[in-house]
């Protein structure tokens, strides 16, 4: 099966073709957290549909080798304003805390010294992971056995300075006369192609940034900062430059490259990083590597409203995914509501959605359970494996979640989920419906199939053979015999029942 992905560099849908076809392989960079604070749910959708497109891929065969960033150096309050202007939001967020603790409001968990930068990025670093556990983001589970893919800039600083160095030398940066060093945007032809705010929009007053205070040492009012030497910086390394900060575009740059390769596959991010963040990416990443693309493929994700508003702390709006789990929502619901509207279209998050997300995900965890308590479902054409197949389809269709569920949702009414159990006579059939049940959930990932019994595969061969020594024994009236055999089922999952027709055995539900 083939993906069609719209590609922002192309302005088309185009089929997804990985850089290595042949093995399969597909090299995807996610831009990660700021680690100032717990990641709120428009931060969540961004990342979730990362991981739905990686979860498709994985879906239809392929390998998905994913990075994704926790920043916790280099992001400045005004960045998308003014180059490494405003404040680290590192030290703004060790003011929040200090500010807290003088109070005496500081979180009850939080025991580690709010003064410290370094400390509170580890705090919501861990937070981050928590939660991204909890609404099944995959890329946190490969952290397990190797913490490359969730790098941290701070870890990164010899690889960005080298970088920057590589620029200086071919040209394409230099060192101003407040000692800063900027990328040359003139020295790239390209840069607009992403965002369409090429050098002529941009003097024409389109999509440009204001950057008062650093237009007159710069040969371009767009050339973006590499690296600032700042000695009073919270935050600061040793550098050919001076004592500094790395500009925040350069981290991802680095650790894509270092990571994953010159070329990446798919590079993801919400809207407002198109530009000028991934724009300023792709400049200095093909201009240090010499190659003529930096990611083939783009994906970003449109913003999250809620209740149809732009979310805020103010308008009482705001959520984090901790906040909502205290009003009772459960992590499942809350993926599916962030993932069911298409990553091109705005979504609009409101607490009814959630209701309905849930009321849907326990229909699904119903028809689960039904299907372990029947032998077969007795239906001759499964409605469910036709609508796994129709499922990934509309998924391969630029990630058609929405049809994608509604042929899932088809399929669940053909079974009598909410009558009562009945004895089924063989497990065939269900083995396979649960099996298609379990593909669609590998994307979407809000089915608790690892709760439900039959999702662990039975040995039917030895249960049947059970069946029949316990029969034998029976009819030898060795009575011990025949009970042991039962125990012995029991301990493989399976209950059986002696009745008119024979004996019967379901899974046993827990
Ligand atoms: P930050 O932690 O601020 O660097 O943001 C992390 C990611 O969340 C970025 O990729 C943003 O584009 C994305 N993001 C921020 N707000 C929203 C929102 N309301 N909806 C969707 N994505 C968002
Ligand atoms: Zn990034």
């Not at 680690?35 to 959708?45: E, Q």
């Not at 994704?68 to 805390?97: C, F, Q, W, Y």
């Not at 900060?245 to 070329?263: Q, R, V």
């Not at 409101?350 to 308590?373: F, H, N, P, V, Y």
């Amino acid at each position: 099966m083939q993906l069609k992905l719209y590609n922002p560099l192309t302005r088309k849908t185009e089929v997804f073709t990985p850089i290595d076809p042949e093995n399969k392989v597909v090299s995807f960079y996610s831009c990660g957290p700021t680690v100032y604070d717990y990641a709120h749910i428009g931060n969540f959708r961004a990342f979730l549909n990362a991981d739905v497109l990686r979860r498709t891929l994985e879906a239809i065969g392929y390998e998905v080798k994913q990075v994704m960033n926790i920043t916790d150096v280099g992001h400045m309050t005004e960045d998308n304003l003014a180059d490494g202007g405003g404040e680290d939001k590192m030290e703004v967020a060790t003011a929040r805390l200090l500010e807290a603790k003088k109070l005496g409001t500081l979180s009850s968990d939080m025991d580690i010294d709010p003064s410290d930068p370094l400390a509170v990025a580890e705090f919501y670093a861990n937070a981050f992971m928590k939660d991204a556990k909890a609404l099944g983001i995959r890329v946190v589970d490969d952290v397990e056995t190797n913490n490359e893919v969730m790098p941290r800039p701070t870890q990164y600083i010899p690889q960005m300075i080298s970088m920057v160095e590589s620029l200086i030398e071919s040209g394409h940066a230099y060192v101003a006369s407040d000692g800063v060093v900027y990328f040359d945007v003139a020295s790239f032809p390209k840069y607009g192609e992403l965002s369409g705010n090429t050098l002529d929009a941009l003097r024409s007053g389109e999509g440009g940034r204001v950057d008062m205070e650093t237009q007159a040492v710069k040969r371009n009012p767009a050339d973006f900062m590499l690296w600032k030497p700042d000695e009073t910086h919270v935050m600061r390394w040793p550098s050919p430059w001076g004592d500094g900060y790395p500009g925040w575009h350069l981290e991802c740059s680095s650790m894509a490259t270092e990571l994953l390769g010159d070329i990446i596959d798919i590079h993801s991010g919400g809207e407002d990083n198109i530009f000028p963040h991934h724009e300023c990416e792709i400049a200095q990443s093909c201009c240090a590597t010499g190659k003529d693309s930096f990611a083939n493929y783009w994906f970003h994700t449109r913003f999250l409203l809620v209740d149809g508003t732009k979310m805020s702390k103010s308008k009482g709006n705001f959520y984090t995914l901790r906040d909502l789990v205290k009003k009772g929502a459960t992590p499942a619901a809350i993926r599916l509501e962030l993932i069911r509207t298409n990553y091109c279209s705005n979504a609009n998050f409101t607490m009814q959605g959630l209701k309905d997300s849930q009321r849907q995900i326990d229909r699904w965890c119903r028809l689960a359970d039904w299907l372990c308590e029947h032998g077969s479902t007795k239906i001759a054409d499964t409605p469910l494996q036709q609508a796994r197949d129709k499922f990934i389809s509309a998924m391969c269709e630029d990630l058609n979640v929405s049809g994608a569920i509604g042929f899932l949702s088809e399929a669940v009414s053909e079974y009598a989920v909410d009558s009562a159990p009945v004895k089924g006579d063989g497990p065939s059939t269900l083995t396979e419906e649960l099996e298609a049940l379990q593909t669609i959930d590998s994307i979407l990932g809000v089915i608790n199939l690892e709760s439900c019994a039959c999702t662990e595969s039975l040995d039917m061969a030895t249960i049947d053979a059970l069946i029949e020594d316990r029969l034998s024994a029976r009819d030898n009236k060795d009575w011990s015999r025949a009970d042991e055999i039962r125990e012995e089922l029991l301990a493989l999952g399976v209950s059986i029942k002696d009745g008119s027709d024979g004996t019967t055995w379901t899974r046993i539900v827990q």
